[in-house]
Each structure stands twice: as C-alpha cells, then as structure tokens.
C-alpha cells in the first residue's frame, strides 16, 4: 500500500540522518507513529486498525470520545482471542472506580460494564469492557495496532516498520442507536479523550513513553489517500525536506482542565488585517469530528466582516454552509488570520487552511456559524488543522504547534515528503 512505502522509505532516511559510527544498542520506545487518512465523501478522520481475528476497518477518532474503542459487540465476539472482563475484577475497578456488580444474578461472573461518552451520541453509551491477552501480527489480536515504532538511540533517531501489537482494555457495545451515527465504512469510534482508559493513557506507562500526543492531520487536496499521523509518545519530528525537528518551531498555550477529559484551550481574541476581534467567555474546544471551524455567531460576522474587507478576490456567490464565497485566482491577496491564545502565542491560520475549494475556480471561507448559544464560543475544527503539526503534553498541561507546515515546503502526509 501507498503508505507502507512511505514509512519505510522515511524510515531509510532517518536512518541515514543518524550517526550509524555508534552501534544500536539498548534502544529505547520513543513513540508510536500510526497513520491518519481522511475520508472525502465524509471529511471524517480515521485510523485503520485490526481488530482481533475478526476484521480490519477503519475507526473514526472522535479525539475527545472516552471510549478507548468503541465496537458492535456482536462483531467482538467473533474474534477467537476477545475476552470479556468480569465487573468484580480489579481491572474493572481501574476502569470504573464506581461501579458495583449486579446482586442476585444466576450469571456469577457479570461483565464489567462501564457509560461512556462520545462526541455524537447525546447520551452516554452503556459499553462492555473487553481485553485481549494475545499479541500477534498485524490483523491479529486486540489492541492498538502500531505499525511503526520510533526508537531512541544514543546515535540518533529509526523508524521501525512493525506490527507490534498492545493489549488493552477497549469497549463494546450492544446499543445499534451508538454506532448509527458513524457512516458503514466504518467499524466504530476510537476515543482519545483525557483520561486514565485512553489510549495514549494505556501505553504510556505501558512502554514508559513521553505523556504527549502529537497528531498532524492530512489533506486530501490533490493528495488522494496519503496519510497524516497519530504520535503517541515524544519526538522529534520530521517532515522532509524540512531538515529541523518541526518541535522546535511549536507556540504553546495551556489546556485547560475539565472533568470530562476534553481538550480545551484559551484563544483571547482573533486578528485580521490589523483588526481584532474579541471573543465571547469560554474555553475553545479542539474537535476532530467537526469538518470546519464553528463560531459563535457576532464572532463569526466579525470575523467574515473582516475577511472581506481584507481580501483582494472577487466575490462569487456563496455555498452552503459557507456565507463569503470568492472567484480563485490562486490564493493571492488572502490575510492571515491569527488566533491569539492565552500567554500571547499566535497560531496563523493561513490560505490553505482558511479557503475552501468547492468548485474549479470558487473557494470559500472555511469557517461556519454556530448560532447565538453554543456551547464554546469557538470549536476548532479538522480542516483548520490540516498540515499543522499539533501536540497535547498531557504531563505539563499544554497544547503546542507548527501552524502550516506548507510554509516550510512540506506537509502532514508522508507521500508528499518524497514528491509522490
């Protein structure tokens, strides 16, 4: 597949960026590195993982679902090494402090059960906790399917191709009402949220991993079906033919805390064209499942006010849901527009995150209207994020990143990086 050639073709140059005159001894697990592609027809995100020895499909990251994975039981089943987890276990009580198991039942070993949320259902999902005790290639096992494992040396930095496998605790569920939400492409949700059942939660003490989470999504402009990347763990970060770790050029801010382990920053105000525009009270919410940017409504007027008045393009009639349109005359003339976080440090919102193409010669400004009474006066989302290098450190509490990594002539997909 394309983007197995791609690792492995990025893992012979770092290797080759390392100095080789040391031996490879005593490696250490720096972070897993897995592939993000984005659906066109949906402009859903997904990771593809192999689900015990029942099927591989894709799942869709609902980045601050609380479900580890979430899955149609009927299908978990399925797989010879699925293993359910009893509710008077102490893995169960890790997972679900409060829970109580079930009195007077004839079944003595009740599975652990566990309500968790996901950012599409508008009520907790009851799910059925499982585990996987086999770790076997790629397709087999439950687990956490991390094909390229980034390993620390002494010398420098390798990629590994691998099909190395975690067993985790993931979920299931028997309510179909769940998982109608997500298109049939798709085999279920798999939740990144803050908290101790997440994925990056599991592993971290598992390989004795940096707490951080870096994610870079792709863009499916003209790039087809390369993909992005989930890392888990630290860096350093390459994305040739840019020769620095991308770390090394991150703004930060800090993520703000909340019970329910969503990932929550302070943005005091947006400028354009030497204009600012303030913003109403409450936290920004970064989410991957919504396709644009959403806006409180005065700040979305501002902000398309704004635009207008800075941008040097034609109008052109406008397309749903977007309300300022323009004639393309290749991205010239379009201001920058700058989210301003708390602490001061900008993230610059430029044309390739800001316009969208919606017909040969008409792009659109990215941005949607989110009503009167939303719930964050700003919801970061995917397309605001495509090619931007972005990391949540989960241990100190702050969220960093690249902005556009096009303006330094490359990208989130891996293909791109060799020109393919």
């Known amino acids: 597949m394309a983007f197995r050639l791609s690792f492995s073709l990025l893992s012979l140059i770092l290797l080759c960026l390392a100095n080789t005159s040391e031996s490879f001894r005593e490696p250490k697990v720096q972070a897993f590195l897995h592939p993000i592609y984005k659906d066109k027809a949906t402009k859903l995100y997904s990771l593809p993982l192999a689900v015990g020895t029942a099927f591989s499909r894709d799942f869709v990251i609902d980045f601050n679902g609380a479900a580890p994975l979430l899955l149609n039981c009927a299908t978990a089943v399925k797989s010879t090494s699925y293993h ?9 009580k890790f997972a679900n402090p409060n829970t109580s198991c079930p009195k007077n039942i004839t079944n003595n070993k009740p599975t652990c059960r566990k309500y968790v949320s996901t950012s599409l259902s508008a009520r907790p999902v009851n799910a ?22 980034i390993l620390k040396f002494s010398s420098g930095v390798f990629v590994m191709d691998t099909g190395k496998i975690s067993t985790l605790t993931l979920t299931c569920t028997d309510d179909a009402t769940a998982l109608k939400p ?10 990144f949220g803050n908290n101790h059942l997440s994925i990056p939660s599991q592993l971290v003490p ?20 390369y993909p992005g990347g989930l890392w888990i763990g630290g860096g350093p970060f390459y994305y040739l033919p840019y020769l620095k770790d991308v770390s090394k050029i991150f703004a930060s801010t800090p993520l703000i805390g909340n019970n329910k382990g969503e990932y929550l920053i302070d943005v005091k105000s947006i400028e354009i064209g030497g204009k600012t525009i303030p913003i109403l009270h409450g936290p920004t919410k970064i989410c991957t ?35 300022a349109c323009f004639h393309s005359d290749g991205g010239r003339g379009v201001p920058v527009i700058d989210l301003v976080m708390s602490g001061g440090a900008k993230w610059m919102i430029h044309g390739s995150n800001s316009l969208v193409k919606v017909s040969k010669d008409v792009v659109c400004l990215g941005f949607v209207d989110g009503g009167v009474n939303p719930k ?14 972005v990391q949540f450190d989960l241990k100190a509490s702050k969220f960093s990143f690249s902005s556009s990594l096009l303006l330094h002539n490359t990208s989130c997909s891996i293909a791109r990086l060799f020109g393919m």
């Not at 359910?84 to 169960?92: P, Q, V």
């Not at 005790?133 to 790629?138: C, F, L, P, S």
């Not at 997500?182 to 939740?191: D, H, L, Q």
């Open 128 to 149: 059925r906790l499982l585990r996987d005790t086999q770790g076997r290639t790629y397709g087999q096992g439950y687990g956490f399917t991390c094909p390229h494992l």
């Open 289 to 323: 499942l919504a396709p644009y940017t959403v806006l409180q409504s005065s700040v979305y007027k501002a902000l398309v006010t704004a635009f207008v008045g800075s941008v040097k393009m034609d109008k052109a009639p406008t397309a749903k849901p977007f309300s």
């Open 182 to 191: 997500i298109p049939k492409a798709f085999g279920g949700y798999i939740g």
């Open 206 to 225: 598992m390989y004795k991993l940096p707490p951080k989470m870096s994610l870079c999504l792709p863009s499916t402009e003209g790039m087809e079906s």
């Open 84 to 92: 359910s987890i009893r509710c008077d276990s102490t893995r169960c």
């Open 376 to 389: 964050n006066p700003i919801l970061i989302g995917g397309f605001q994020m495509e090619d931007n290098l």
